[in-house]
């Protein structure tokens, strides 16, 4: 049986994944010049991989699917990692940046668990990521008040147990609403 043990993780291996991140996302960009998503969890605290975990990253890679099969956008390229600092997935999409990215801010803002995901949407053109701001979105909201996402992480509003619990009611929910 493969059990998952749910690790703290330092900052330190935080940064050195974005680092590998980075870097795979920049071969990926280089290899096959076209659209990249980078997904990620929105995990605060230093747990980063557990069951809990996996199954929204799961049901955010099996959400990603339907809609690149709906919108006909073909995948060049796909790649999953699993470590400690939590799972990430690139896939490079054959698709304007653009329309992939108001797809998944409309996707990230209607599944019940979108506020969890982390969807980057990188240019190939430019290799920078596109922003909700640049395509006239609305900010992400915050988890706990409602209110924009950033200003509330920036400013640290919100303690990481209210953070955690919000998110754990979230999971449970949405489990319960498949059940």
């Known amino acids: 049986m493969n059990r998952v043990v749910a690790l703290a993780?330092?900052?330190?291996?935080?940064l050195a994944a974005r680092e590998q991140r980075v870097a795979r996302q920049n071969a990926a960009l280089a290899e096959f010049g076209?659209?990249?998503l980078s997904l990620t969890l929105v995990c605060p605290g230093p747990i980063k991989d557990s069951p809990q975990l996996r199954f929204?990253?799961?049901?955010?890679l099996a959400a990603i699917d339907v809609l690149l099969a709906v919108r006909r956008w073909r995948v060049l390229a796909r790649e999953h990692v699993t470590q400690p600092s939590g799972q990430e997935a690139i896939i490079v999409v054959d698709c304007p940046a653009q329309n992939l990215k108001w797809a998944l801010a409309v996707l990230e803002d209607q599944h019940p668990?979108?506020?969890?995901?982390?969807?980057?949407?990188i240019c190939s053109e430019t290799s920078r990521a596109i922003s909700r701001k640049s395509l006239l979105l609305a900010p992400r909201k915050c988890l706990v008040c409602g209110e924009a996402a950033h200003a509330c992480a920036r400013s640290r509003a919100h303690p990481q147990e209210d953070l955690l619990l919000v998110i754990e009611e979230k999971i449970n929910a949405?489990?319960?609403?498949?059940a």
């Open 56 to 60: 929204v990253f799961a049901e955010a």
């Open 9 to 14: 993780v330092s900052l330190d291996e935080v």
């Open 34 to 36: 076209n659209t990249l």
């Open 174 to 178: 949405y489990r319960h609403s498949l």
């Open 113 to 121: 668990l979108g506020r969890l995901w982390d969807m980057d949407v």
